[in-house]
């Protein structure tokens, strides 16, 4: 693999550790301003819907740029956001960093999973894009326990100046490992928008919003779940969190490892495993040993989904995968947007806080008939208009 995908691996651990750190601190934050935990849960829904508004946008942008100077400036939009969160004197200033660092997070990993399966050979792209992916899931194992440690203990402002840190340093890394790439010839925006005249491009999509966001369901109020139902203390939350991750990073090198050789079956296993484990989740989150069981699997499972869902929109949109990937990145966030509002829905509404785990399960079963769907489609689809697994407009010159 480049030492590029290093760089991009960074930059990735910087996004997850802000991205996912909220979550261990929500009740301290909603505690300082005086708000309650179902509205403190809009840290993470107004971050993923940023996600989804700035995916498209920042790529669109991008077009008129190099991809390495664009994924500089977004380095420098997701500190810029980071700062604006450790400093807000309000909740809504709070919020307002929040979506600032959100813009970047889409275009990202949009634009840094196309130059990731353009630096290697076809059959490694979605080895690649899950070596990018590293960094979210090893975020999740150091960054945000680490984060939720030192939130706990000095406070959480802290902990969002020193995510503001580790942007300036992906920012480096991306300036001195990333080699020179001009800007994307031939790209225009008529040509990207005719991808989602795909209906395979959509239906991955829409997968990808409803898997990943059961994952969002139920991890959004992991905190409350674990300490007033499972019976953890505060300080507990954070190895917690660090199972997640090691979940994540368990689940990320399995989808890698074999989305180039069986994808469709590689998401029926995953979703499916997804939608049992939450839902017995309502019931493991009463045992302290389950619960912890439980939030393994779940990072495991709903991380497995994201190489072959990311591959899947890159072979499907083939010819004008830019747009499409980062367009995917935000249909992640905005199944986290849509889990996070529909949990707390369920919470306010005097459920408990094992009830989103329900919410989740539903979401997986979900996205679990729509990729049973799609395969169906293709199969009756004609072999002339079956897509093609190689995606050569993808590949990306790294020599001028």
């Known amino acids: ?91 809504g200033m709070m919020l307002t960093g929040r979506v600032i660092a959100s813009l970047a997070h889409g275009s990202f990993f949009g634009i840094g999973s196309v130059v990731a399966a353009g630096l290697v050979a076809p059959d490694k792209k979605a080895g690649a894009i899950a070596t990018m992916f590293t960094g979210l899931t090893v975020a999740n194992i150091v960054g945000v326990p680490l984060g ?44 990207e928008l005719k991808a989602f005249r795909n209906p395979q491009v959509l239906l991955a999509m829409a997968m990808t919003v409803l898997g990943f966001g059961g994952v969002f369901a139920a991890i959004t109020y992991i905190a409350p779940m674990m300490t007033e139902v499972a019976g953890y203390s505060d300080g507990a939350v954070t190895w917690l969190l660090v199972l997640f991750g090691v979940g994540m990073f368990l689940g990320n090198l399995l989808g890698g490892r074999y989305a180039d050789r069986a994808l469709m079956p590689l998401l029926y296993a995953s979703l499916g495993g997804l939608a049992i484990v939450l839902a017995l989740f309502t019931v493991a989150a009463h045992d302290k040993i389950l619960a912890a069981i439980a939030i393994l699997l779940v990072g495991a499972l709903g991380f497995a989904t994201v190489p072959p869902l990311q591959k899947r929109v890159l072979d499907q949109a083939h010819g004008a995968p830019t747009l499409a990937s980062a367009v995917n990145i935000g249909a992640f966030n905005l199944g986290n947007a849509l889990a996070a509002w529909l949990g707390g829905l369920v919470i306010a509404a005097g459920y408990g806080y094992t009830a989103p785990n329900w919410v989740g399960a539903l979401l997986a079963a979900a996205a679990l008939g729509l990729a049973i769907w799609s395969a169906a489609l293709e199969r009756r689809a004609p072999a002339a208009e079956a897509a093609p697994t190689v995606d050569t407009d993808a590949r990306i010159p790294v020599h001028h």
């Open 148 to 191: 939720t440690f030192i939130g706990q203990a000095v406070g959480w402002r802290t902990t969002f100046a020193i995510v503001a840190l580790l942007g300036v340093i992906g920012l480096l890394g991306i300036a001195r490992l990333v080699p020179a790439m001009p800007r994307p010839e031939g790209t225009h925006l008529r040509r």
């Open 1 to 91: 693999m480049p030492l590029a995908l290093l760089a991009l691996a960074v930059g990735a651990f910087g996004i997850g550790t802000t991205e996912f750190v909220v979550m261990g601190l929500l009740p301290g934050i909603a505690a300082d301003y005086g708000v309650s935990i179902p509205a403190a849960g809009l840290l993470v829904t107004g971050y993923a819907l940023g996600v989804v508004v700035g995916a498209p946008l920042l790529t669109v942008l991008g077009n008129k740029v190099s991809r390495k100077r664009m994924l500089m400036l977004l380095m420098g939009l997701f500190v810029l956001g980071n700062l604006v969160s450790a400093l807000a004197p309000s909740f």
